[in-house]
């Protein structure tokens, strides 16, 4: 059926010729540069588990913390937490309750919730392709413009799109990245027919390709599990014509049980008890330094 749908620019049909290998053109934009001071403060700030990564990640003499804020990682941090959804355009109540329930099957200690004002998530379904800002940067995009994008998604998509997409870009949103960046799937790509495959099926650049699919994470900038899941639902399927041994990447239709394992790890659904609200206070309460000081010598 798909494939004898004619292309119209009506966005009922945008699912019609999008097949599911195609979803490669998923990339998360970033911040503008002059940003990245402020969003590896505010990364720290909202979970200062994020800011020993700031600090390990400088080498000797090296790049200033404007360079180095990409590699910090995004976490929105262990402390259970609702982060509030709108939606940029007129949206029917149904397909709104639809997009959130995939976007809470990640069922961790974050979750989405709907509101009537601007939410702190932003979802457009008019932009181009299928897109997420990063964890924790969303809070830095303005209030005007969508975090998130799902380009001419409707009620008449299908379950499996809205599993794979919807699910996935959720996932940036959580701050997790394009699986496919961990060092050990790169390396099975053969660089050269990578960037003409991106070239000829998306118009990306080589330098867009090297990016976006041939760079690999920083292994000390990350939070990972410990195995390379190429069935990950934040894994791009990338064609076996592209890899070096022939074998395609798969690419994950759904979260992962290593996903789950992984997502549940870093974002518990019940309080840590150390991390629980009655155990840790405001900013505003803290013991200076001079009364911790004068404490010990009492
Ligand atoms: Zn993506």
Same mark, same amino acid.
């Given at each position: 059926m798909p494939d004898v749908e004619p292309e119209t620019d009506? +966005? *009922? *049909?945008i699912e019609m010729t999008?097949? $599911?290998?195609? *979803?490669?053109?998923c990339f998360v934009p970033t911040l503008p540069t002059r940003l990245l001071d402020e969003a590896a403060q505010l990364a720290a700030r909202i979970n200062?588990? %994020?800011a020993p990564y700031t600090q390990n990640a400088i $080498?000797?003499?090296?790049?200033?913390i404007s360079e180095l804020a990409v590699l910090v990682s995004k976490y929105w941090g262990r402390r259970r937490r609702t982060l509030t959804v709108s939606f940029t355009e007129t949206t029917a109540n149904d397909l709104k309750q639809r997009i959130l329930g995939h976007m809470n099957a990640? %069922?961790?200690g974050v979750r989405f919730a709907l509101t009537n004002?601007?939410?702190q998530v932003r979802i457009s379904r008019?932009?181009?392709g299928y897109w997420s800002y990063l964890g924790t940067d969303?809070?830095?995009?303005?209030? %005007?413009?969508?975090?998130?994008n799902l380009q001419?998604?409707?009620?008449?998509?299908s379950e499996a799109e809205f599993r794979r997409v919807v699910r996935h870009e959720t996932g940036h949103t959580l701050?997790? $990245?394009?699986?496919?960046?961990?060092r050990a799937l790169i390396d099975r790509l053969d660089v050269a027919k990578t960037i003409a495959y991106f070239r000829d099926t998306?118009?990306?650049?080589e330098a867009q390709t090297r990016s976006n699919v041939l760079t690999p994470l920083e292994e000390r900038s990350i939070m990972a599990s410990a195995v390379t899941d190429q *069935?990950?639902?934040?894994c791009y399927h990338l064609p076996?014509?592209?890899t070096k041994n022939g074998q395609?990447?798969?690419?994950? $239709?759904d979260i992962s049980a290593i996903d789950r394992a992984f997502a549940r790890r870093i974002y +518990?659904?019940?309080?840590w008890p150390f991390f629980d609200e009655t155990t840790t206070w405001d900013e505003s309460e803290d013991v200076s330094l001079e009364d911790a000081l004068a404490l010990a010598q009492a």
């Open positions: 009506e +966005p *009922d *049909d999008t097949a $599911p290998a195609e *979803d490669a053109g200062p588990v %994020n $080498p000797e003499g090296g790049p200033m990640w %069922n961790i004002g601007v939410g008019a932009g181009q969303v809070l830095l995009i303005p209030q %005007n413009r969508p975090t998130m001419g998604f409707t009620m008449s998509i701050g997790f $990245p394009h699986e496919h960046l961990r998306y118009g990306w650049s *069935d990950s639902v934040m076996g014509r592209i395609p990447i798969r690419g994950g $239709p +518990p659904t019940g309080f």
